[in-house]
């Protein structure tokens, strides 16, 4: 009888969104299962359920909003259900202006936004560790490994052309194909820098795989339910500021994801968000707040500075803040990688390591999704093949992958960022542009009137794609592969 081969090693550092969606999607698939064995490396402690507010629970963001295109690959893997019970249906968005002393103005609204009658849901909203536990959780039924404190140090080549992987503990292990879904300031990505060839060698090392500051920061966290205050299941606010934007978005239990979005001249000595000592108890909300890198004594300044803004639910952003338990700050980054910048023979990278956007996209996680959905199907569809000295490559799939991905990055980070400009309104004139067209221009009504029937959606290129992993007719050494059910 002969024994079946052992299926390729896949090493996926990073265990937010991104990898999780990635070695789910393999798991779920019987034709990659067989031919691929995921485990995910995550730097953070295991999360405990006792400790709500533990840095490793929170990982790396209070809440995100999920969107059509996210959404379908999500209920493609079984968790409809599951997720529907962990997210709030956003049902409406007000849209406010907010001067200092109170003085505030009702501008407009948006009514089911993202809605698609495909999925039968508007956009939904998450809070990422939920998100996260949720993958995870399927992960470990279908036999996945999450092995947790096991932060990247170093990527060597061994003398069969895998990759070797060394963490900071000590340990190490050997893969045949390395992912890297370890965010902005991706240490994978890094690696894959390194080996590109340059007229500037400090260059590449140095500046090719750092993102770009984009001259903005956000401060957000997730409120409990407020006493005494009256809220509608769903509803969400923006608010538009002197300088700056701020937010609240429905979840569920009448809880609140919180965002304040600010100009800023220049980044944190620290460029990532992530050290030891950067998050301490500020007694003035009894909240933990974690400072992103930049002092204790600026980031209470800014909280104290916003306590008085106004919110139609709350009274004052001060009564949001004091009802929260973890308060982030963080500077923003962008930057859209370039294909060779994000794979390479056996090494590719997604999520945040692939394109870094400002906020202002609410496309973070569901872009994170989209990749791991296509680089699975690229997978699927490609398979390794060897080269002349019996080594393994994945150039077929990664450079597909790649190839697929930074058209459709570079435009969204692109409208992110210039987005962003516009709704900060650091400068007098993109403030009356975005007051202007945030009170006057139309927000196109109600997308499940029956009279919008055929209309079409000017965000079409960004919400109606529907990613999935399936074979396709020109499929490469693919052998009887079964796609994913619907």
Request: hydrophobic letters at 35%; a negative charge; proline letters at 5%.
């Amino acid at each position: 009888m002969t024994t079946p081969p052992k299926p390729y090693t896949v090493a996926i550092i990073g265990g937010g969104v991104a990898g999780p969606v990635l070695a789910l999607t393999i798991l779920s698939n019987p034709s990659l299962s067989a031919l691929y064995k995921p485990i995910i490396y995550e730097k953070l402690p295991e999360p405990q359920e006792s400790d709500a507010t533990s840095a490793a629970t929170y990982a790396a963001g209070a809440a995100v909003a999920l969107t059509s295109n996210a959404l379908y690959p999500l209920i493609r893997l079984g968790l409809k259900e599951r997720l529907d019970q962990i997210s709030c249906e956003t049902t409406k968005i007000d849209i406010w202006r907010a001067w200092i002393g109170g003085v505030h103005k009702h501008y407009n609204f948006v009514t089911n936004p993202g809605w698609k009658k495909d999925l039968g849901t508007n956009l939904r909203v998450v809070e990422r560790r939920d998100l996260q536990g949720l993958l995870l959780e399927k992960i470990k039924e279908l036999g996945g490994e999450v092995i947790w404190d096991s932060k990247l140090k170093n990527i060597e080549e061994t003398t069969e052309k895998r990759l070797q992987i060394i963490f900071e503990s000590g340990s190490e292990v050997v893969a045949d194909l390395l992912v890297g879904a370890d965010g902005s300031w991706s240490s994978v990505r890094r690696y894959i820098s390194e080996q590109i060839p340059a007229k500037d060698e400090k260059v590449a090392r140095q500046e090719r795989w750092k993102p770009e500051f984009a001259y903005s920061e956000g401060i957000y966290g997730v409120s409990k339910k407020i006493e005494g205050a009256e809220t509608q299941p769903g509803d969400t606010h923006w608010i538009l500021l002197d300088a700056g934007t701020a937010s609240t978005w429905a979840l569920p239990n009448g809880k609140q994801f919180w965002t304040i979005s600010l100009p800023s001249s220049a980044p944190p000595e620290r460029e990532s968000s992530v050290g030891e000592n950067a998050e301490r108890e500020y007694a003035r909300y009894h909240a933990l707040v974690n400072t992103g890198g930049y002092t204790s004594k600026s980031t209470e300044a800014i909280l104290k500075a916003h306590e008085d803004v106004w919110h139609p639910v709350a009274g004052t952003f001060g009564e949001v803040f004091k009802n929260s338990e973890r308060i982030v700050r963080a500077a923003l980054w962008h930057r859209a990688w370039e294909p060779d910048e994000i794979g390479n023979k056996n090494i590719a990278v997604i999520g945040d390591a692939a394109r870094t956007m400002v906020p202002t996209s609410g496309q973070g996680a569901c872009f994170a999704i989209e990749d791991a959905t296509i680089l699975a199907n690229m997978l699927l569809n490609h398979s390794p093949s060897k080269n002349k000295d019996g080594s393994l490559s994945f150039e077929s799939a990664i450079e597909e992958y790649a190839r697929s991905r930074v058209p459709r990055n570079k435009r969204m980070a692109n409208q992110s960022y210039w987005t962003g400009v516009v709704s900060l309104g650091a400068r007098w004139w993109w403030r009356w542009l975005r007051d202007f067209g945030s009170a006057w221009l139309p927000m196109s009504g109600d997308p499940k009137d029956p009279a919008k029937k055929g209309a079409k959606d000017p965000m079409g290129w960004l919400y109606d794609e529907r990613y999935k992993v399936e074979v396709s007719s020109d499929a490469v050494g693919t052998e009887d592969s079964t796609s994913l059910s619907s």
